[in-house]
């Protein structure tokens, strides 16, 4: 399975990497969660560029975007990121489809940016709870994270990616190849440990973090589609029905036998929902 062509686009002082596929009138914005980047939606880009212009990016301070030491790595900011993406591209108005911090991202961008969005589609969404790792939270602790994330490790490394899906087969020698040379960069560390600390401390998903979110959800008007891993280890399902109950036009996919990344493990079924859901 071959990756699209690599693009870089200037958004504001970030060189920023997306993939651009497709055509047709309407936009979908494609975001991954906290450490990922473009290629977590490799498997379906494909399919829905047969019906949809399709962006993916590499998030601030992610994948092979630059990772400015000073950045602001906040959800508000991330979410005013995307926004400057999409304008810097001209597009008018865009469905954002949000993995994990990107869900919370794309929840923060509906609250910020109403007008420039067109749907939402949250996938094992970050922003609904508390509940995370214990690990997570120990790596959001000043300098124990520091010390913890020394250096990468190719077995560290596996057992996370291992951990995000319910079928570690899933997770191939060459993905974790990709991953590790990626988490070689040396300036990944500091902004990947400044967007962990934003989203999280030791107890959890940071009320300052989630609360915004949850209050507003309310106002969200949007038709949006929740999709989730029965069995995601990293957030639990539990945490969809924080989104069905708050947003008023919602519909739930929960995919059984798969983890916190259905986009992965189930791309034919994640697929199929995303393409129901954006028909007109």
Known sequence: MSAPPDRYIQVGPVKT????????????????????????????ISALASQYRVYALDLVGHGR???????????????HFVKEFIVTLNLE?????????????????ALQFPDLLDGLVLVDSAGLGKELPFLLRLTSIPRLGELLWRRP???????????QVADPAVITDEWLDFVYQLAAQPDLRLALLKTLRGMCNLFGQRSDFVTPIVTGLASIRCPTLVMWGQHDRIIPVTHAQVAVKG???TRLQVFAHCGHCPMLEQPHAFNQAMQEFLSP
Not at 19 to 31: K, N, Q, S, T
Not at 65 to 79: E, I
């Open 65 to 79: 975007s630059d990772k400015p030491p000073r950045a602001s790595y906040r959800a508000s900011d991330l979410a």
């Open 247 to 249: 947003i008023p036009n």
């Open 17 to 44: 990497r997306y993939w651009a596929e497709g055509g047709g009138d309407r936009v979908i914005v494609l975001i991954h969660g906290w450490s990922g980047f473009s290629e977590y939606w490799l498997p379906g």
């Open 153 to 163: 490790s190719r077995r560290a490394l596996a057992l996370g990616q291992r951990m």
């Open 93 to 109: 108005r865009a469905s954002l489809v949000g993995h994990s911090l990107g869900g919370a991202i794309a929840l923060q961008f």
